[in-house]
């Protein structure tokens, strides 16, 4: 695996790549990775000649009051990691290097980034896709690998690829949990033994909503409900539970099979998100 | 020459010619083409294998007082001008093509834009940013070319490719004027005789600045009074007359040899602009 550091090293590698005419994947992340990453790898591993890794954890996407500074990091882990997933090329940079002084581009997604987590979390996917838009720029992939635990990041980003016209394919990937149900995450990190049981919470309401769906209930607020019960049973912090169409983010009073149940919460004062389309196989 | 109107057909065709090992170079156009287009096209001609010239009067960066209605346009002369310019494909498209339902996203550069033609022509710089960046992706050129006339777009476009990291060099080429010294310009087609002749006073205020530059005279606010005076003289409507910083637009209270000189004024309704880098030959 090439650990490339700079930005011109790293198009130069994938220019050449594209030159021999092989695919290149990519998958950009904020490293403190977990079988959720690797997953991604797999899937571009499957899907392409050549796999990218972008590691950098890229503060415009962070709010002024969030967890940028205690974001877990563990650089020679993740590159054992993805040495070991068969990764050709893992990128990491600095900040002053994706925004040097002067910069001034952003790239935003309008209406998609207002609801959900972009209610709470101002400026968030104007980061997100900002810094996705100048990692794709780079990378040139002809497809790039999303886990689908963020869902409105997913969603966003595709209708981001298809407004620019960005010669590439946004890919989602299902949600890997932890045996219990827990969805992965890098910010679990952050839970004390107590918090990490109470935090089942939303991955067990999501199973509640999943099963009163197959048993025939398509209410919306009731769907709701069955989450909201379980975050108060655990005193987590909701910030929002919605029946949400896959497609839009619309919020949708009854559900259909595919329709996604998202949520945020907290839980002590770690903030966790996940979800489920209705009627999918629970994983 | 391959007159494409479909942007799959387009994006097939530049991405066949980059696997050839082929460079192809990329001039945006809203048509109603003149010799300074032309002059970008002979740029592109010189500088690359294959060239590709988009016809697309863009919406997006017309606000709601503007004059998108009255824009000249004639396909058919400007097809005839591009075949004799030898140029390998003219893309053309529609309105709802680039901007779909749904279309939702914005490329946006801060502060450059908020100044000059920006502070009079709210929301043009956020349309051209957009579907330049969306027809440079769609292209996929290693070279674009745009005229010096919008300096402003040009020192925009340029900060955006370095900030998006876009893989092109967006080559700025010399404004092409007319034998009396007025900067070329689709607009121009709006000025009745009378006004044609008042047009002037924009090049005859940057030429009297040149002339006093050469003369000794670096005071920002006496250059921009000698345009200002050949402005009132003719009755224009002055918009803005700025020296300024090539780099950044910031403006300059004392000219240095490249500085740039440059204006925005009414006659009568039509909007005209012009600059010069103060120093560099006048053409």
């Not at 490293?31 to 050549?50: K, W």
């Not at 990190?189 to 199973?207: C, F, H, I, K, V």
Request: charged letters at 20%; proline letters at 5%; hydrophobic letters at 45%.
């Amino acid at each position: 695996m090439k650990h490339l550091d700079d930005l011109s090293q790293l198009s130069a590698a994938t220019a050449a790549w594209r030159a021999a005419g092989l695919h290149v994947g990519f998958v950009p992340t904020m490293g403190a990775l977990h079988a959720g990453h690797l997953s991604l790898v797999g899937a571009a591993r499957a899907a392409c000649d050549r796999v990218v890794v972008s590691v950098f954890l890229n503060p415009t996407q962070f709010g002024p009051n969030e967890d940028l500074d205690a974001y877990p990091s563990d650089l020679a882990r993740d590159r054992a990691l993805l040495e070991e997933a068969g990764v050709d090329a893992l990128f990491t940079t600095s900040p002053s290097a994706m925004y040097p002084d002067g910069f001034a581009t952003w790239v935003e997604v309008e209406g998609l980034t207002d609801r959900l987590c972009g209610a709470s979390r101002e400026g968030h996917f104007r980061g997100v896709t900002t810094v996705v838009t100048k990692l794709l720029n780079l990378v040139g992939p002809c497809r790039a690998f999303f886990g689908e635990k963020d869902r409105q990041q997913l969603v966003v980003l595709q209708r981001m690829v298809a407004d620019l016209n960005l010669p590439v394919e946004a890919v989602g990937c299902p949600i890997v949990r932890e045996p219990d149900g827990l969805a992965l995450s890098s910010r679990n990190a952050y839970l004390d033994p107590a918090e990490r049981t109470r935090a089942l919470a939303l991955s067990q309401g999501l199973r509640d909503a999943q099963q009163a769906f197959a048993g025939g209930e398509t209410s919306g607020p009731a769907l709701e409900a069955a989450v909201r019960a379980r975050l108060e049973a655990a005193a987590a912090e909701l910030d929002y539970v919605e029946l949400v169409d896959p497609g839009n983010l619309a919020r949708l009073a009854v559900a259909v099979p595919g329709a996604v149940l998202a949520v945020a919460a907290k839980v002590g004062s770690t903030r966790l998100i996940d979800n489920h389309a209705l009627g999918q196989p629970w994983r």
